[in-house]
């Protein structure tokens, strides 16, 4: 029985296994590194949180400013930096506003920030009922399915002995019919 043979194929599949987990996290930080080099080149150390409008202006896109309470900021970098938002706060001194200016590029999680923080997302309008209730209602129309019959509800439970002799009798009276008309039918 040879076991070194399979000590030997054993040890080089765990030398292979090591080798391809070094080349993948050499490969990442590589990419990492590089991307890194890139913000330096482009003097944009900063790619997430609050930083000034010039730094926002470089990207040359379109800029997009929130109105939040100025009691909410604190709680708005902190969602901010966990969503990944580049922006910079604007603040009027004699005003309890603060503006949020930050470009299209965010846009959408800047919306999940204010949805986070219980705020309405602008620019969404909360449209109309498809249906509007008339103006004057007809006399025969219910509010939900049915006939169409203003039926009076009343909160007193149907007697279900009443209806059990309301069905007896039915009945009977089917069973009376088809007695008749058996006599005439017997051989």
């Known amino acids: 029985m040879e076991v070194s043979g399979e000590v030997a194929d ?10 391809e987990l070094a080349a993948k996290l050499s490969g990442k930080g590589i ?3 590089a991307a890194l080099l890139a913000a330096m080149v482009k003097n944009n150390y900063k790619i997430v949180g609050k930083v000034g409008v010039d730094r926002l202006n470089r990207e040359n896109v ?3 400013v929130i109105p939040i309470k100025s009691i909410d900021l604190s709680q708005f970098e902190k969602t901010a930096k966990r969503f990944g938002v580049l922006y910079a706060a604007a603040k ?47 006399e025969r129309s ?25 069905l007896k009798a039915v009945a009977e009276k089917v069973n009376a019919q088809n007695r008749s008309r058996n006599k005439g039918k017997a051989r």
């Open 10 to 19: 054993l040890l080089v599949k765990e030398g292979l296994q090591v080798a």
């Open 31 to 33: 990419v990492n590194t």
């Open 62 to 64: 379109e800029s997009v």
């Open 92 to 138: 009027n001194e004699n005003s309890e506003v603060v503006h949020i200016i930050s470009n299209a590029n965010y846009a959408a999680q800047l919306n999940a920030v204010l949805e986070a923080m219980g705020y309405g997302v602008p620019g969404r309008e909360v449209a109309p009922s498809k249906k509007a209730p008339s103006r004057a209602p007809q």
């Open 142 to 166: 219910s509010d939900g399915r049915g006939n169409g019959l203003n039926q009076q509800r009343t909160n007193e439970k149907p007697s279900v002995r009443e209806k059990l002799e309301a």
